[in-house]
């Protein structure tokens, strides 16, 4: 039997579909995601959430011609399965298959080939300004779709600064599901809380979406009147809003799950004149309960296996790898030293730091996806005394790469960076591949840069960076540890290890 999945050869198919279809078809792309799962790795609760959304927006613009972006781009599989990619979805992740993340080699419609957070909306408006400038008669739409993890970079409030001359069909998709890879910290966190939980506002909001679903959708004075009745409201309920103070239009938030809704308020927003920013609350995991109940383990997990009817995730034996000889060795100087503190930018998932940051939250710091903040803020610890570690892909520090260089390098400041993924990072793609980190690094002046030769040599690498008098680098693989048996030798900077002593060898 033909899924209706099967007959999506492109999103102008889409159309053709009634409500009730469409509903169907999101349960079949989730049976298809799990389906992959069963496979291999992959990305996944960020997929699940994303479904209605990507629908809505394929059913409401012609991305043939109108513009859309993905920020930071794992939540992209929806997107494969509706742009003619649906036959090869399998190959997912795989040499020579789909990649995992947007790629224009694969797709017209995949215009950037995106894996870092948050440039998503300073491509978005150069995309629109461009457009304006060199086919304004076509009247474009662009369109960036962030997650509100990705949007405290900074780049993302340098983008915002700037919207209100780009375009006047500029929008910005705000995809709240109230995580990152883990729960997302800071400021901007709490504010987006408040706007959806704002108990008068949720309210009026509900009572104005079944107004609106009683009202054509086509220049109906009815509507527009809603539109001016809700933003007076909300300004009122919400004080000054700084996304309108910066110049976007702001709605929402609205049901990120409900199809209907989604297309109303999107072809709402193709009238307006101006950037808007549409918040739109999703659910990390949506449609399969282990995921929407724990989207931390199910963010990108292990195969799943089927046991009566059910996916559970498999028990996979799996080496020791590098990643938790660092977080251990971590650990432990934080144990036997105070004034050690870590720092990462939203992974500590991904650094397996759970256990420092249960033991020890004070010296403990998720700075969000701010990698250059984070660079900075280690600065001012060590100029104070303290030993900040700096715990980061080698893919994502080159965002801090100018504070690397500014702030801690050209001071001399005694600040050690641990560079997971250091090498090839397998099927994650060339967006986090961490080839070049030895190449940037070198450069600057006063900065150490040390690679372990086994899993022995990480620990006493991290030693030597907390005690040494200026900035450190430790890479390593994404690779399961081995140990050398030999007596280990101390480090020493500007000094080899000698292994064997002999008459002969090879360079």
Not at 28 to 42: Q, T
Not at 220 to 246: I, N
């Amino acid at each position: 039997m033909t899924t209706l999945l099967e007959t999506i050869r492109e999103p102008a198919d889409l159309r053709k579909l009634t409500l009730p279809q469409l509903e169907v078809l999101a349960a079949e792309m989730r049976e298809v995601l799990c389906n992959l799962i069963a496979c291999r790795s992959a990305h996944f609760a960020s997929n699940l959430g994303v479904v209605e959304l990507c629908l809505a927006l394929h059913q409401t613009f012609d991305f043939r011609r109108d513009r859309l972006i993905w920020d930071t781009g794992h939540q992209i599989y929806p997107h494969k399965l509706v742009t003619g990619r649906f036959d090869q979805f399998q190959t997912m992740r795989t040499k020579g298959g789909l990649m995992g993340y947007p790629n224009p080699a694969e797709s017209d419609f995949d215009l950037f080939m995106t894996g870092h957070a948050g440039a998503s909306v300073s491509t978005a408006l150069g995309l629109a300004s461009g457009d304006a400038f060199l086919r304004p008669e076509e009247n474009r739409h662009t369109v960036a779709v962030i997650g509100d993890g990705a949007f405290p970079s900074g780049v993302v409030f340098e983008a915002l600064n700037n919207g209100r001359r780009q375009s006047d069909k500029m929008l910005v998709i705000l995809n709240d599901n109230r995580m990152s890879i883990c729960p997302r910290v800071g400021g901007m966190a709490d504010y987006l809380d408040r706007l959806r939980m704002n108990p008068a506002y949720t309210g009026l909001k509900g009572e104005i979406a079944k107004l609106l679903n009683k009202v054509p959708l086509l220049g109906d004075p009815t509507e527009r009147f809603l539109v001016q009745l809700k933003e007076a409201a909300k300004a009122g309920l919400s004080g000054g809003m700084m996304f309108e103070d910066m110049g976007f239009r702001y709605i929402g938030p609205i049901d990120g799950h409900n199809i209907g809704i989604l297309r109303k308020y999107l072809k709402m927003v193709q009238r307006i004149r101006g950037p808007v920013l549409l918040h739109v609350v999703t659910e990390k995991g949506h449609g399969y309960r282990p995921a929407a109940e724990d989207p931390v383990t199910y963010h990108a997990p292990p195969q799943f296996e089927r046991q009566q009817d059910k996916y559970v995730i498999a028990k996979m034996k799996s080496s020791r790898a590098y990643t938790h000889v660092a977080s251990e060795a971590i650990l432990e100087r934080m144990r036997a030293n105070p004034r050690v503190t870590v720092l990462t930018a939203a992974m500590c998932q991904g650094n397996k730091l759970e256990k420092v940051r249960d033991e020890f939250a004070d010296r403990f710091f998720d700075t969000g996806i701010c990698e250059a903040h984070t660079v900075a803020f280690a600065a001012g610890q060590a100029k104070v005394g303290m030993r900040p570690i700096v715990d980061i892909y080698s893919t994502f520090l080159q965002r801090a790469y100018d504070h690397i260089f500014q702030e801690v390098a050209l001071q001399n400041l005694p600040v050690t960076f641990m560079l997971d993924r250091g090498g090839l990072a397998g099927p994650d793609g060339p967006t986090h591949h961490g080839v070049f980190d030895f190449g940037y690094l070198r450069v600057f002046p006063n900065m150490v840069v040390m690679a372990p030769g086994d899993a022995s040599d990480l620990p006493a690498m991290l030693d030597f960076g907390l005690k040494f008098d200026g900035p450190t680098a430790i890479r390593y693989p994404k690779a399961s540890a081995v140990t050398i048996e030999r007596d280990l030798a101390p480090i020493e900077l500007g000094r080899s290890e000698v292994l064997r002593s002999g008459s002969d060898g090879c360079l």
